[in-house]
């Protein structure tokens, strides 16, 4: 099998993140300078998370400005509406996390939808004592499902 390299983007407030353990968050870079750098390198795929409540689709639009590969998007999508605005401003998937533990009927409908291609879920998972549990909602909830 192909090794694939996918890059994912953290954002917050419309900058770059990076964090320990889901808290922590420090800033990192502007978004458009590091995906004006991994368009150059070899890379099959991009994905990018928001950490914010709210959805700035100016902002998405201009991520599809300047990619050159498959992206995907994830963060705020609890609706069918919101996700055909993401697809149709040039998203190619969508990642879900919360609605995994909270909606599995929107899971069902919006691979029915939009395709089962389309859809991606998005797991984050903590150590507790040996074993390891899903979390939801930027991993500040556990779902208590190993």
């Known amino acids: ?8 983007f953290t954002y917050k407030n419309n900058v770059l993140v990076k964090s320990v353990n889901f808290s922590n968050y420090r800033n990192v870079n502007s978004i458009l300078p590091a995906i004006k750098l991994f368009n150059k390198r070899n890379i099959d795929e991009m994905i990018f998370l928001n950490l914010d409540e709210n959805i700035d689709f100016n902002l998405l ?31 190619d998937k969508i990642c879900l996390n919360s609605l ?42 556990n779902s208590k499902i190993l």
């Not at 639009?61 to 055909?84: A, C, H, K, L, Q």
């Open 1 to 8: 099998m192909k090794k694939r390299i996918i890059p994912i």
């Open 100 to 141: 995994l533990y909270n909606n599995s009927e929107l899971i069902r409908h919006s691979c029915e939808t939009f395709g089962k291609q389309s859809i991606v879920a998005s797991i984050d998972t903590k150590k507790i004592d040996n074993d390891y549990y899903c979390f939801y909602n930027n991993a500040k909830i």
């Open 61 to 91: 639009e201009s991520f599809v400005n300047e990619t050159d590969y498959p992206i995907s998007y994830g963060g705020g999508v609890n609706d069918i509406e919101t996700m055909r605005k993401i697809f149709n401003i040039g998203f």
